[in-house]
């Protein structure tokens, strides 16, 4: 059974960085394409970006394109999202989501596709 954990969550100013990374485990990590979305109070969660099972593709929602980026490291199944420039509508729970199996779709955007999730990591962008 896939199972993720996310780490690296905080408080970091308006204009800062900050690294979250997404650990996997229970399942073949090169069978999955990983994507991060984020989910602030009374908000649905949102699709933030993608990786593809080999690294090859990534995709990103508009708004963090150009600051934000995501990456894997399969020797470590690790999947991480380097965010910078962060604005403070962007506090809010980050989690990762793999997507099913040796699928064919990528960027898989809506949540309801994805097999297995992470408990989150706050995020909270604030002076």
């Known amino acids: 059974q896939v199972q993720l954990v996310e780490s690296g969550g905080g408080l970091v100013q308006p204009g800062g960085s900050l690294r979250v990374s997404c650990l996997f485990s229970?399942?073949?990590?090169?069978?999955?394409?990983i994507g991060w979305f984020r989910q602030a109070p009374g908000k649905e969660r949102e699709f933030v970006a993608a990786v593809s099972w080999s690294g090859g593709n990534t995709y990103y929602a508009d708004d963090v394109l150009g600051r934000f980026t995501i990456s894997r490291d399969n020797a470590k199944r690790t999947v991480y999202l380097q965010m910078n420039s962060l604005k403070p509508e962007e506090t809010a729970v980050y989690y990762c989501g793999a997507d099913p199996p040796n699928g064919r779709v990528f960027p898989v955007r809506q949540p309801r596709e994805y097999v297995a999730w992470g408990q989150g990591t706050q995020v909270t962008v604030s002076s």
């Open positions: 229970g399942g073949t990590f090169s069978n999955h394409g």
